[in-house]
């Protein structure tokens, strides 16, 4: 069956402190992958996508993730993170041909502490 | 360039009644899929609709159903709503050509509360 599993449900980090959110997904082949940021009654602004090619894909506001195929993972990471980066992340997996039916984890929702 | 938008931003309905939600895709987008965020959990994808015509189906009952116009903007429709239809509704749109489907933009989203 087709999933995308986000280990933690929320994770807490100090300001200028590095960030690393666990993504997993199972499909039966490789899949488009995005993440996505949600902030509290807003909708989702994607971050960055990963299609083929670089398995490190570079995003906006400073976020990049990797793609790992032995390990059917997409970890998004920030070497800094700011207070504003307080938000729910959602990690994302899309058939390979750029279908429809985008299958969304439970997300991980991120704390930033001063 | 406008983003998508979607209306109204809020909605209190009670159970049994039906709803319509609205949605305007990006300019340039011909695909617009529709997303149910129950509180504290992830979207799930509900249908997409391609050029006027519903293109995929996620595993909801036929009380939803939508709409796509010719200027590819979208309606939501949820007849005999549940308590349990409570969610943030989210449009996403996009781009589809030659059998590809680009990334998804999302619109802000309607929250739906039925009491």
């Known amino acids: 069956a087709q999933s995308v599993t986000q280990p933690d449900i929320h994770i807490t980090v100090s300001e200028g402190a590095s960030l690393e959110l666990r993504c997993n997904y199972s499909?039966?082949?490789?899949?488009?992958l995005f993440w996505y940021v949600q902030s509290p009654g807003q909708g989702l602004q994607l971050l960055l996508k990963?299609?083929?090619?670089?398995?490190l894909v570079q995003g906006i506001k400073g976020f990049e993730a990797e793609f790992k195929r032995s390990q059917s993972s997409f970890n998004l990471r920030k070497p800094s993170v700011h207070w504003s980066d307080a938000a729910e992340y959602f990690c994302?997996?899309?058939?390979?041909?750029?279908?429809?039916?985008?299958?969304f984890g439970a997300g991980t929702r991120l704390f930033v502490k001063a | 360039e406008t983003g998508v938008t979607q209306s109204p931003t809020h909605l209190i309905k009670t159970r049994g009644q039906q709803v319509t939600l609205r949605c305007s895709s990006q300019?340039?987008?011909?695909?617009v899929s529709w997303y149910q965020q129950a509180l504290g959990q992830g979207p799930q994808f509900i249908f997409q609709?391609?050029?006027?015509?519903?293109?995929g189906r996620g595993n909801f009952p036929p009380r939803f159903s939508g709409l796509q116009f010719p200027n590819y903007s979208s309606e939501l429709n949820v007849n005999a709503l549940e308590l349990d239809d409570s969610a943030l509704y989210l449009c996403?749109?996009?781009?589809?050509?030659?059998?590809?489907?680009?990334?998804?933009?999302f619109g802000p989203g309607t929250r739906l509360t039925v009491l």
């Open positions: 499909y039966g082949a490789t899949p488009y």
């Open positions: 996403a749109s996009s781009q589809k050509a030659g059998g590809f489907t680009d990334t998804q933009y």
């Open positions: 994302a997996v899309g058939p390979p041909t750029g279908g429809f039916k985008t299958i």
């Open positions: 609709y391609y050029r006027e015509e519903e293109n």
């Open positions: 990963y299609f083929s090619g670089d398995t």
């Open positions: 300019s340039g987008h011909n695909t």
